[in-house]
């Protein structure tokens, strides 16, 4: 096995791929900003099972994160997520500097009408800054295939719309969430809880799998599930931006539910102390 390569410029990350492409490599990349755990490695497996080199970005992007976020405290665990990439056989880490990712740049690509709903109107700026870095790091790792977790589902519809719409070269893939025995979707942010709050965020899971009983015994309600989704989760965390459930093509609120969907989804975003969570789980709709 080939020892892993850091690339900390845009220069070497092009360089570094320009000799795997005329090797005659598939590229995969997996894009993330570190603090890695078993839904990120889920993710570099997938690129190694599919393609001849794998690529990992490590970088905690500035312009995702509004005023009063986590910016600051992100978790950074260097070390670790070296030694576990190398482990499973990773060819490159590229790993910039906040300098050399946006210099003095003031160009930043507008993200599509599917970034406004739900973590647009919790986050704003959010997916602008994630739609940016997303096409600068493609740009920076021309690979063949991406890689992305279902976790954030609306991020990877956005970034799947933004590879139609500017037309990049790049084939994408969004891999299932991973979680832990209890069901507690794993995240980098799950580092802040205490185990009190996290035995808290599991009502995050359980409100999931209760409005997938719920369709599973016939219920077509969609906003009595909705309201029963905010009301168990209010009972537990400390706020809820929103619980629903929504059409995965289009994240418009289910109400009654057409003749013709097949599945439905569930979405969540909540504090758990000053924790923020995201979780979701498409749930098929028995015909
Ligand atoms: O999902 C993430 O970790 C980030 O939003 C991403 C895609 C790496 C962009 O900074």
Redesign the pocket.
Known sequence: MQALQVWKTIGQAQAGCAALKQAGKRIGVV???GALHDG?LSLVRGSLAQCDATVV?I???PT?FGPGEDLSRYPQTWDQDLAALSELGVDAVFAPTVEEMYADGTTFVEPPAISKPLEGVHRPGHFR??AT??LK?FHAVPADAAY??QK?YQ?AMV?SRMVQDLNCPIEMNVLPIVRDADGLALS?RNAYLTPADRQRALALHQTLRDAKNRIEQGCRDGEEISEGMLSSLSDCVDSVEYALLADPATLDPISAFPKTISAVIGLIAVYVGKTRLIDNEIIHVPS
Do not use: A, K, R
């Open positions: 894009p993330t900003m990120h970005t970088f905690v992007n995702q800054g994630v870095i997303v790091l992305f977790g954030d991020q970034v980098s």
